[in-house]
């Protein structure tokens, strides 16, 4: 492992903004991608397992994928799959076949585990960049809680807190990635894990049109058809709530931050997720100088939480990063 990169899993509920996602990190030079955990989310832990199978076999990643969770920890807001926004495969109905590769015998949760332990030994330290609900890392904190302190962060895509005049996207408070196991992310971020969350508040400020995926096709050759294609079913989900044929970045935020954390402003709070009610799957965040009556805030850790965004600055580091796969190919 070179001793200039970072050493990164990625954990996804692999869904199209996930794909653009996971292209984002494999292109990045800075970054050795270890594996891709999968979960239930965007489609059945199936459907995201066969998308996560299918780019590594189409892209040449030389990364293993670990089937994870395909069931929440407890109760989540709704039932079923959102085909209405990724489509019934996950993947905008974008048929790449069936992949002749095959997902690794050992599940998400070990894999987090045992790539926290090799980094380790070779004197590094990893990073999750977590796309989808917080499943298999929870369960990865049941497995081994002394994994903490070989996980340098765990950046999260995920959440809302109203900067920015943004709120819940499956409620009027939840998003749906935390909403998807609301008590998975209440452990992760009341554990003492780095945190860092990256929400609608910051997501829903950057923006791609269909100008922006042309120049993609023109820039990352056979990666930006790829994505320009998946892309068509999502532009025409958000025409449908704005009338625009434009969409939030969402996922790729996550790994922008990863790359260049300066993009971002933030602020450092503790961090509770509402369980159950009308308001599951809300995250709520504390200060650390106020003391309450509730005692559910007590001993729980900072989360770093992204309040603003330099979105043309994460937009051109997109389409650089990107372009470096039409480049490999000319």
């Known amino acids: 492992m070179k001793s200039n990169t970072r050493s990164v899993l990625f954990d996804t509920d692999i869904g199209i903004d996930d794909a653009m ?16 955990t999968t979960r239930f989310g965007n489609a059945s832990v199936e459907d995201t397992t066969r998308n996560a199978l299918n780019v590594v076999e189409h892209f040449k990643l030389k990364v293993p994928v670990f089937r994870g969770a395909a069931r929440p920890l ?31 015998t050992m599940n998400a949760a070990q894999a987090i585990v045992d790539n926290s332990a090799l ?68 452990i992760v971020f009341s554990s003492d894990l780095t945190t860092t969350i990256v929400g609608l508040d910051v997501t829903h400020e950057v923006t791609v049109d269909e100008a922006f995926l042309e120049l993609l096709v023109k820039q990352a050759g056979e990666a930006g058809q790829f994505i320009r294609d998946i892309m068509r079913f999502y532009l025409e989900f958000y025409f449908g709530i704005n009338q ?37 799957g809300q995250t709520i965040h504390s200060d650390d100088i106020r003391r309450f009556v509730s005692k559910e805030w007590e001993n729980i850790p900072n989360s770093n939480v992204c309040i603003g965004v330099d979105a043309d600055a994460v937009l051109k580091l997109y389409q650089a990063t990107l372009a470096r796969a039409g480049s490999s190919c000319s």
């Open 244 to 280: 625009r044929r434009e969409c939030p970045l969402h996922d790729s935020c996550a790994v922008a931050y990863l790359l260049q954390p300066d993009l971002f402003s933030t602020i450092k709070n503790p961090v509770r997720v509402v369980t159950e009610g009308i308001a599951i």
């Open 74 to 104: 407890a109760a989540r807001l709704g039932e079923g799959f959102p085909a209405h926004v990724h489509g019934n495969n996950g993947l905008g109905d974008v048929d790449l076949g069936e992949p002749s590769l095959k997902y690794e």
């Open 119 to 186: 980094c380790r030994e070779q004197g590094k330290r990893l990073s999750i960049v977590a796309v989808g609900g917080l499943t298999n890392i929870a369960h990865a904190l049941a497995l081994d809680g002394l994994i903490i302190k070989d996980i340098e962060e765990v950046i999260v895509m995920g959440g809302a807190f109203g900067y920015n005049g943004h709120r819940g996207n499956v409620s009027p408070v939840a998003e749906a990635n935390i909403a998807s196991d609301p008590l998975a992310a209440d």
């Open 21 to 36: 996602a996971l292209l984002f990190l494999h292109y990045a030079p800075e970054i050795q991608l270890l594996g891709i």
